[in-house]
């Protein structure tokens, strides 16, 4: 079996090692690192990836129009923080999949979770419930017209104006966390604060892997003071990095 998945924050990746946990020889593999038109052949083919909007992220859907997944079962996981949406009819649209799970974790949206500390999310049962389902191949076909996700647009407009406090160490950490390397850094040129000028591109996902990692927790929403950052506890930065950074 294999398991594309792409994760910012750390809860998909977290969903997909426990499941592929449960499959002898399962593998592990991270959308963002999926640069060249793949076929892929398996017995059995798993995606997992965090729900934004209602919807799937825009790297994700990208890859499933990309790729070819021939399998004898094609199932999704749909990761989220209490709210997936019409998520089966979405992907219906994109891709045949026998089964469309949903797992609900933490909410790693900050905007509407500025200030409670995180908490692990004990996902234990519901994968067991999924592998299960898994190994049974039993199929659960979504209709493509089961309502609209919510217009991405302004919260990925939003990113172009995160803005970096005067605790930024310049470590270099959420560029290297970037799944689309929307950043450079400049580190002859400062701000007023010393900061060192960091560039930010058009190709933002709005997947807050940036805001989340950042380990001073520098980088800013406007008006979101917040020092409060997130990360599955489960996941470390470094896999993290190892599953974004887009290295040429
Ligand atoms: C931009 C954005 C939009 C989101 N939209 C939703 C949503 O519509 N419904 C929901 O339940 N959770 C939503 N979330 C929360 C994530 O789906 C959830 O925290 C997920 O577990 C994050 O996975 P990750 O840690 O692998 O990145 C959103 C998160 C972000 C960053």
């Known amino acids: 079996?294999?398991?594309?998945y792409f994760t910012a924050t750390g809860n998909s990746l977290d969903a997909a090692k426990q499941l592929g946990a449960k499959f002898p020889n399962a593998q592990l593999r991270s959308i963002p690192q999926e640069r060249d038109t793949i076929g892929a052949s398996e017995d059995a083919i798993g995606v997992v990836?965090?729900?934004?909007a209602a919807n799937i992220p825009a790297i994700v859907t990208r890859f499933l129009r990309r790729v070819n997944l021939k399998a004898n079962y094609k199932f999704a996981v749909a990761v989220h923080g209490g709210d997936p949406g019409p998520i089966g009819g979405v992907l219906a649209r994109i891709s045949d999949f026998d089964n469309v799970f949903d797992v609900e974790t933490w909410s790693?949206?900050?905007?509407?979770?500025?200030?409670i500390p995180p908490v692990a999310t004990d996902i234990s049962g519901d994968i067991e419930q999924i592998a299960e389902t898994i190994r049974a191949r039993k199929t659960q076909k979504f209709k493509p017209d089961g309502g609209e996700p919510f217009d991405a647009a302004p919260w990925r407009l939003q990113a172009l104006d995160y803005r970096w406090r005067k605790d930024c160490t310049a470590c270099g950490t959420c560029m290297r966390v970037c799944p689309v390397a929307n950043y450079t850094i400049s580190e002859d040129e400062r701000d007023e604060n010393g900061v060192p000028l960091f560039k930010f591109s058009a190709r933002c996902e709005g997947c807050m892997a940036c805001l989340q990692n950042c380990p001073a927790a520098a980088l800013h929403m406007p008006n979101e003071p917040t020092r409060y950052r997130y990360r599955n506890p489960n996941v470390t930065l470094s896999e993290i990095i190892a599953a974004n950074e887009q290295k040429f």
């Not at 079996?1 to 594309?4: D, W």
């Not at 990836?49 to 934004?52: G, K, S, T």
Request: a negative charge; hydrophobic letters at 50%; charged letters at 5%.
């Open 108 to 115: 790693n949206y900050l905007p509407f979770n500025p200030d």
């Open 49 to 52: 990836f965090p729900v934004f």
């Open 1 to 4: 079996m294999t398991i594309f």
